[in-house]
């Protein structure tokens, strides 16, 4: 499996990354056959966060890492500082009170990568910086990210740790898919659109894709008639983006993979440094992610499957422009 490196660690991250919000103790055969079948095709990096399943996510994965006694294999990535009830959190004190649980949950001394999950644009980045170094400094983080945090503030990070030789984010995990989002699907978050796929390709900044096969939108099972998921009607039910599912179907066809293959093959072609989060459950849907990361797709390619231009397109002996 392809792999990428990012800053401040010495393990490389697999391009696929395994989450886990579905995770605990009362599906932990599942969810050991989920893990150990996705290492051995390749995967290294598991996706938790304080947040999921009230730590039951974190704790089942620690149990497998303690029955495996493979912590050292792991690249773990959790998130903290989520906003709760009374709002955003996004403060040195609820990053150690989170890290700190988290920490505990998963039966280890330290996290490979730590994203904050959410912005507080009102906290200046400044003392964000400065607590996430500090638990760095105390080992506790390998290094630091933000999840669902704009290029704008991403930069602003960036700049001040710079400017105060610190270390600043070394990845960003928002969403990018190859159907685009008409609004967050959850309040908060963030979805990389081209603007920002630029700055990640100016910056060659790591993104680690949430949603990156859009939960299910290219799998065939929705068409503009079938509407009862109403998150993913409210989200990517779009002309433009029935458009770009023909337009994965037709690639599909071309190289022998499903269209949702193409859809992940989209996240990992991109020209800067990403990873797919995927939430498989079975053997199956490994298989097919394990397929869709091996899809090489052209500069070309990409655009075409965005905005139906300039791909030539040769099916079946025959060639034709092909866009929409």
């Not at 969403?175 to 081209?194: H, I, Q, R, T």
């Not at 109403?230 to 983006?241: E, I, K, P, Q």
């Not at 298989?287 to 075409?304: F, K, P, V, Y």
Request: proline letters at 3%; a negative charge; one cysteine or more.
């Amino acid at each position: 499996m392809r792999t990428i490196r990012i800053e401040g660690l010495e393990k490389p991250v697999s391009c696929l990354i395994q989450g886990s919000d579905y995770f605990s103790m009362d599906i932990y055969d599942k969810v050991c056959g989920v893990l150990d079948a996705f290492f051995k095709i390749g995967g290294n990096t598991i996706d938790t966060a304080h947040v999921y399943g009230g730590g039951n996510s974190e704790r089942t994965i620690g149990q497998w890492m303690k029955d495996r006694g493979n912590r050292s294999d792991v690249v773990l990535l959790t998130k903290g500082a989520h906003h709760d009830s009374s709002g955003p959190r996004v403060t040195p004190e609820a990053i150690a009170s989170d890290l700190n649980e988290s920490l505990e949950r998963l039966g280890t001394d330290y996290v490979d990568l730590y994203a904050l999950h959410r912005d507080d644009p009102s906290v200046p980045v400044g003392a964000i910086i400065e607590a996430l170094n500090a638990h760095i400094a105390a080992g506790r983080i390998k290094a630091i990210g933000a999840s669902n945090w704009s290029v704008q503030r991403l930069q602003e990070a960036s700049d001040y740790a710079a400017a105060h030789g610190l270390t600043g984010f070394s990845f960003s995990s928002p969403n990018l898919s190859l159907a685009k989002a008409k609004e967050p699907f959850w309040a908060g978050c963030v979805s990389a659109y081209a603007d920002d796929c630029a700055w990640h390709e100016r910056n060659r900044f790591p993104l680690l894709s949430w949603s990156s096969q859009a939960r299910g939108f290219f799998t065939g099972r929705y068409t503009p008639e079938v509407t009862d998921n109403t998150d993913l009607v409210r989200v990517f039910y779009s002309d433009d983006n029935w458009a770009r599912l023909r337009r994965a179907e037709m690639l599909g066809k071309q190289k022998g993979a499903s269209a949702i293959q193409i859809a992940l093959a989209y996240v990992l072609n991109q020209s800067f440094p990403a990873c797919a989060l995927i939430g498989a459950q079975t053997p199956e849907e490994l298989e097919s992610c394990r397929q869709g990361a091996d899809i090489r797709l052209t500069r070309e390619e990409l655009h075409w499957l965005e905005y139906g231009e300039g791909h030539i397109l040769k099916i079946a002996g025959m060639s034709s422009a092909a866009s929409d």
